[in-house]
């Protein structure tokens, strides 16, 4: 794959070399962002200060210089870079890069090995890397778009440092579109407007900003063009999004909280991120429902309901026109009142259920369905609560000898401040029953 000021464009003597390669850097202090693993006590410039480079997972988006960086690794320390990708490589191929490798190595030459989108590697590919990174015939430096935790293997984890990479900031969009104006010889013919518009089309994606820059810079116009122009002439670059990936679950994550924190607005941004990157609505409702239970709960007992009605009108509508209904239900339930006192409770109630086992219900709350039943005590002394004062016993419904845990405890929000005047009057009545 190409790097972040790399094509995948082959060159061709004396013909078009591509602005991204043209722009590649020639060392890493020409690399614009990443100062987080850059910077002057950021870990790449501690290790190559100390001479300690070790081996290197880079986990970050598309164009963002994962490649870029590796490559001036190994110019820094004067390492023979390989690059091979997961993709179309297996172990014939890596057969050959190890052999070789060592073949470097007893000629006193060490090796940067680069593996592009690492993670596809099974896990016994990925084995297959040990006994190199321990011996020293390679240095591993992967990349990977996915959460290392989740797709590489412990043991590979465990010799190397994971450093994050970041999605480009338009201040560093800015800097990059510059230097590709520096290297054409001229501004790109966009107003303000239309030059935001640009950085904001690539989405944080360097190598996308440079082909966007390369296709404006072709065109023959008069005069500057605005925004509405631009995005005439330039699809917008579509959201990074995997169902199945990072994203996914970091969006998720981004929308439960939102409604939680009881911000409509930033709840709704997150939900239409989800729907434009293809996230099945089905899915959102589900767990737009669970928030209802998780976080609402019985502080507002129409949030599920409200959930529900809105699940059932996507289905009769379906899309675009349902999605609406998830919005509907979103916006209701940042707004609702917060409790997570019954969830509480429920996690209480299985910790407790744990702890006792299969200790018994108190016989005078059996039914005594056989009289040897009703000779055993089944039954006997139960108090019928709608024959008692206030319609309420008082009566022990826990296993004998098991101390009375207070397992829900409401809040003073919604419609639980209710519940909570209920529960509190009943445990008067409780003590007075047992006077």
């Known amino acids: 794959m190409a790097d972040l000021f790399g094509s995948s464009e082959v060159k061709v ?19 614009i962002g990443q100062s987080q693993v850059l910077g002057s006590d950021a870990p790449l410039t501690v290790m190559l200060q100390s001479g300690s480079l070790g081996s290197l997972i880079f986990w970050g988006p598309p164009g963002v210089g994962k490649t870029t960086i590796a490559r001036l690794l190994a110019d820094e320390t004067d390492l023979h870079f390989v690059q091979i990708s997961a993709i179309f490589s297996g172990v014939p191929e890596l057969r050959k890069v190890f052999d070789a490798a060592k073949i470097r190595r007893q000629n006193g030459r060490g090796t940067l090995l680069f593996v592009d989108e690492i993670h596809r590697f099974n896990k016994a590919q990925q084995d297959g890397f040990l006994p190199h990174m321990e011996d020293g015939t390679i240095l591993l430096v992967g990349a990977t778009t996915e959460n290392p935790s989740f797709e590489l293997n412990a043991a590979v984890l465990s010799r190397s440092q994971v450093l994050v990479l970041e999605r480009l900031p338009q201040a560093d969009l800015e800097r990059l579109a510059q230097r590709a104006e520096a290297e054409l ?3 790109l013919p966009l107003d303000a407007a239309a030059r935001e518009n640009l950085l904001e089309m690539a ?4 190598r996308a900003l440079l082909n966007l820059i390369e296709q404006v810079a072709a065109w023959k116009i008069d005069a500057p063009l605005d925004g509405k122009a631009l995005s005439g002439r330039l699809m917008r670059r579509a959201a990074q999004y995997d169902k199945g990936g990072d994203a996914h679950y970091n969006l998720i994550s981004a929308l439960h909280k939102s409604v939680r924190g009881s911000d409509p607005d930033a709840a709704l941004y997150w939900l239409a991120r989800m729907l434009e990157g293809g996230e099945d609505p089905r899915y959102l409702m589900r767990r737009i429902t669970r928030m209802a239970v998780e976080d609402i709960g019985l502080a507002d007992p129409q949030a599920q309901a409200i959930c529900l009605q809105s699940w059932e009108t996507y289905e009769r509508l379906g899309s675009p026109e349902g999605e609406l209904a998830l919005a509907q239900a979103v916006t209701y339930l940042a ?8 969830y509480v409770a429920y996690k209480a109630a299985r910790n ?12 005078h709350i059996l039914n005594a ?5 009703k000779d055993q005590g089944y039954g006997a002394g139960y108090a019928y609560d709608h024959d008692a004062e206030d319609g309420f016993s008082g009566q022990n419904y826990f296993p004998d000898g098991m101390d009375r845990p207070q397992l829900y405890q409401p809040v003073e929000r919604g419609f639980e401040r209710d519940l909570k005047k209920r529960l509190d009057y009943f445990e008067k009545l409780r003590a007075t029953r047992k006077t």
Request: glycine content about 12%; hydrophobic content about 35%.
């Open 13 to 31: 003597e004396g013909g078009h070399r591509p602005l991204a390669d043209r722009l590649r850097p020639q060392t890493l202090a020409e690399v």
């Open 185 to 187: 010889g001229r501004a």
């Open 203 to 206: 989405d944080g994606d360097g």
């Open 335 to 342: 707004l609702a009142p917060k409790s997570n006192a019954a």
């Open 352 to 363: 407790a259920a744990k702890q006792t086992g299969s200790a018994p219900p108190p016989k």
């Open 369 to 373: 369905a056989t009289s040897m039943m």
